[in-house]
Structures are given as C-alpha cells and as structure tokens.
C-alpha cells in the first residue's frame, strides 16, 4: 500500500540538542511539506519541495532546516536555535499544484 | 494575505446534522479542502471543491460553496459518535506550490 511514513511516532530531547524528524513517501509525490501543529492553530508551513535537490521557506522557518536528496524523502531538522520546539509535526506529500496533499500520522516532538 | 477562519467547537446529538463552517480571504483560491483529524493521527483527506462549483455530494457529506462571499461549509448527515474529531478546511492558492493553507479546525463532539 502506498502512503508516508513518519517516524518515530513520539520523540524526547533535551534543550540543545539537535533532532532529526524522518518522513518516508512512496506515492511517487514530486512535492513533500512539512507542517507544524499546536494547540488551537491549526497547521503552520515550516518548509516545503516541490521537486528533489529544492525547498522553500514557509512560514515558520526559523529554527528548522530540510533536505531533499531523494524524491522519496524528506528530512526535518528542528535545531538548538528553535525557541519552542515542542510540537506535533506532520509530514505531507503531493503531486503538486492544485492537488490534495496526503499526510503521514506525524511526530510528537517534546523538549525538555 | 490570505487566511482561512473556522469556529473551535461545535457539538451535535448523534443522527442530527452537523454543519462546519469556513470563510476565506483569498479570491484566486483554485480547490477547497476538507480534512478530518482524530487523536494523535494525521490529517485524512474527506473531500474537496473546486472553486469554480457551488456544491459537492459525497455521501454523508455536503460541500457547499459561496465564492461571492468566500464561504465554506461541510454538512455531515446522520453524526455519527465515529465523526467526533477535529475538522480542518484548507485552501490552494495558485502559483503557490501546491501548499495549502489551513483553518484553525473546529473540534465535532458527537453525543449519544
């Protein structure tokens, strides 16, 4: 079956560390976003690729950082320099313009 | 710029109707999303519009569109206690990439 796969489902680091949030898709998507979710804000966009070796900034971008060396992946990098990590992160994918994106069952991501 | 406005919370005896409303800003909004999230999960996909139609039937589901008025809203026939969730319309916008911007979400709680 095709879908995304988000790993790990739950996810603890302390303050300054660097964590690195995997997000897996084999619809044969050209577009992955990353979004970010909190309480009573719906969904924010931190980074999206609309094609492999390019991304752009969302919305909240500071504090994050992606790659995207492989069409079937897209990293997400919450560094040290992000203010309030703790979150829950959802990775989507889609054909691209003007088609729904598909999303993995995300990472809840706690900071201490 | 563009927003995308939803009601937090609405609360339905099972088998009524429920109806989700959305509002929107941007005019040159090409598809309208709606996706259903439960607990501690990813957003699933339920339907969409494009902008260019009044309603969709799906089901149990009703879209309705007013574009002079960029309003959205999602009619649930015969709530079920399994449709309690949290409710999110989207918008595309186009030249943007495919991403998608979101509403707030409105929280259903369906009682028996």
């Known amino acids: 079956d095709g879908g995304i796969t988000q790993s790990p489902k739950y996810l603890f680091r302390k303050e300054g560390q660097n964590v690195t949030l995997s997000c897996e898709q084999n619809?044969?998507?050209?577009?992955m976003y990353w979004y970010r979710q909190d309480p009573g804000q719906g969904l924010r966009l931190i980074y999206y690729s609309q094609i492999v070796n390019d991304f752009q900034k969302g919305d909240i971008a500071e504090g994050y950082s992606v790659s995207r060396e492989k069409k079937e992946s897209f990293p997400l990098t919450v560094t040290s320099a992000q203010k309030n990590p703790t979150a829950f992160y959802l990775c989507?994918?889609?054909?691209?313009?003007?088609?729904?994106?598909?999303f993995g069952n995300g990472t809840r991501l706690t900071v201490t | 710029g563009e927003d995308v406005e939803q009601s937090l919370f609405l609360s339905v005896r099972e088998g009524d109707s429920s109806v989700i409303n959305c509002t929107y800003t941007?005019?040159?909004?090409?598809?309208l999303y709606w996706y259903k999230q439960e607990p501690g999960a990813g957003l699933q996909l339920l339907t969409y519009i494009f902008s260019n139609m009044d309603m969709k039937q799906d089901q149990r589901l009703t879209v309705l569109l007013n574009k002079k008025d960029k309003h959205l809203s999602l009619r649930i026939a015969d709530t079920q206690t399994g449709d309690s969730a949290i409710y999110f319309c989207?918008?595309?916008?186009?030249?943007?990439?495919?991403?998608?911007?979101f509403g707030q979400g409105t929280e259903l709680s369906v009682k028996p």
């Open positions: 619809l044969n998507h050209d577009a």
């Open positions: 941007d005019s040159s909004s090409t598809y």
């Open positions: 989207a918008e595309s916008i186009n030249n943007q990439g495919g991403k998608l911007i």
């Open positions: 989507a994918s889609g054909k691209g313009a003007n088609s729904p994106l598909h």
